[in-house]
């Protein structure tokens, strides 16, 4: 198993910048990547970005790209996505997933694990 624990959300004006952090804990040997979701009220679950875990391949959903940058930090088990420019569109619980599999990196199916997600909240 593995063990997921999201960090750095939290309020922030338009314009601005937030770096959320997602700890892996447990089998982390067995990840093959790991990714950003983000659900806002009254939406669907949304793709945000993914990066595989050996080589740092980035993958970014359009309305992101430019924006926000996922990285990981091996050593550390972490992964972080700089959020910049924010939005009040990006207004969401952030969550982090972990994949032991190739496949859609951009679908929740193949995800096996999920943290308990952090608020990301952008004022106009």
């Known amino acids: 198993q593995v063990q997921l624990v999201e960090s750095g959300g939290g309020l922030v004006q338009a314009g601005g910048s937030l770096r959320l952090s997602c700890a892996a804990s447990?089998?982390?040997?067995?990840?093959?990547?790991m990714g950003w979701f983000r659900q806002a009220p009254g939406k669907e679950c949304e793709f945000v970005a993914a990066i595989t875990w050996s080589f740092g391949r980035a993958f970014y959903a359009d309305s992101v790209k430019g924006r926000f940058t996922i990285s990981r930090d091996i050593a550390k088990n972490t992964v972080y996505l700089q959020t910049n420019s924010l939005k009040p569109e990006d207004t969401a619980v952030y969550y982090c997933?972990?994949?032991?599999?190739?496949?859609?990196?951009?679908?929740?199916?193949?995800?096996?694990?999920w943290g308990q997600g952090t608020q990301v909240t952008v004022s106009s």
């Open positions: 447990g089998r982390t040997f067995s990840m093959y990547a």
């Open positions: 997933a972990g994949r032991a599999y190739s496949g859609s990196f951009t679908t929740e199916r193949g995800y096996d694990y």
